[in-house]
């Protein structure tokens, strides 16, 4: 009996890895058609709509939908990479603005402090210049990962046309492909999975909605060039959870440093974004998206690092709808229900401390004592 769990053990522990592996090696492949995938969710009911009111077959159906999600992904990547490319070409002006902001903020607190420095030797200890350019540099490799997102654009209308199309011919490959599952079974769980991924989305772009008007007015308040694209653009960067917003304030946060006469503009852009993130973690997106998709907060950070290890910014995109949709196979098989219990979100129950509960036990043990 023991070897034979070992066996097991060491089986499942095989195919972990092997996954991993394959999941890694074949990033060029999945990403583009899990992308795929979570666009057809999106623009689904537009075609359903096409189908039903209008009366239209489903090739021209798809086609349409595909076509109107296109162009608005299209612009939307266009307008960011546009303003992102002037931002880093004019990489020189705001080094040069912040390399003379960093010198007099040192020349002040060595005046402050009754510190006297060579200038030359500032100079060669610290080139604030260079690591701001280092930094930039590190900018534009970022921007460049966002770059493979456009090269998939080319496979991810061709994927998502099939999807799309062939949508009940999946279907009945799932009926083949379990057949000892009932095919009311699998309908149940590919409902479910559609309506996780559908709130997701649904919801996340009602968030970014809500989130990017209170960045722009946050920064037109502070007086930050640009205020509604930097708004917005952090707004956008919620795709990844946690990293996204502090990712999205950086930018706005350096040319208040540049543009500025005070350092206390950029300290007031990055103080914004954390209190608006904070009220999007804790109430907007509980109330937005609700339970519609239920992830606790330590799984999705776990998944974000996973994803990203694996598929990079890619990764971190689709790392909270996959393991949603890992959450709905898991409580629905009998074998890794604990693991959907693990991702889900916990109950209050575990989470109230039990200090309360066992004092007033004691205090019921004592009374009775006496």
């Known amino acids: 009996m023991n070897t034979h769990l070992k066996s097991n053990k060491l089986s499942s522990l095989i195919t972990l890895i092997a996954t991993v592996f394959i999941l890694f090696i074949l990033k060029s492949l999945i990403v583009p058609l899990v ?20 009366k239209c077959n489903r090739l021209l159906a798809t086609i349409i939908s595909i076509i109107i999600i296109f162009v608005i992904t299209t612009i939307l990547l266009f307008v960011i990479g546009t303003q992102l490319y002037f931002f880093v070409d004019n990489s020189e002006v705001y080094i040069s603005k912040l390399d003379d902001l960093y010198t007099r903020t040192i020349l002040f607190f060595e005046d402050i402090m009754g510190v006297k420095r060579n200038a030359s030797l500032l100079n060669d200890e610290i080139n604030f210049g260079a690591l701001i350019k280092g930094n930039f540099d590190k900018l534009s490799s970022f921007i460049a990962g966002w770059g493979t997102l456009m090269t998939d654009l080319v496979l991810i209308p061709i994927y998502m046309f099939f999807f799309l199309y062939y949508r009940r011919f999946f279907r ?109 973690g804790y109430f907007i997106t509980p109330k937005v998206i609700g339970a519609g998709v ?61 200090a309360r509960a066992r004092l007033k036990k004691w205090k019921l043990i004592r009374s009775k004592n006496k």
């Not at 990203?308 to 009998?334: C, E, H, R, Y």
């Open 294 to 354: 239920s992830v606790n907060a330590f799984i999705a950070i776990v998944s974000l690092i996973v994803f990203a290890m694996l598929w990079g910014v890619s990764g971190m995109v689709v790392a909270l709808p996959i393991t949603a949709t890992l959450k709905v196979l898991f409580d629905n098989s009998k074998d890794h229900k604990a693991l959907g219990f693990l991702i889900g979100e916990p109950e209050d129950k575990f989470l109230k401390s039990t």
């Open 172 to 280: 009945n490959f799932s009926y083949k492909l379990f057949k000892n599952e009932t095919k009311s079974f699998l309908n149940s769980i590919i409902s479910k999975i559609y309506n996780v991924q559908r709130n997701y989305l649904l919801g996340l772009i009602k968030v970014i909605l809500i989130v990017g008007t209170l960045n722009s007015i946050g920064l037109l308040i502070l007086g930050i060039n640009n205020a509604i694209f930097f708004g917005f653009f952090g707004a956008f960067l919620i795709i990844i959870p946690y990293v996204g917003v502090f990712i999205g304030s950086i930018l706005p946060a350096v040319v208040a440093l540049a543009t500025k006469d005070s350092y206390w503009y950029a300290v007031g852009v990055i103080s914004m974004f954390a209190a608006i993130q904070f009220i999007e």
């Open 35 to 54: 992308l795929a995938i979570i666009f057809a969710i999106m623009i689904f009911p537009i075609q359903k709509k096409l189908e039903k009111k209008m």
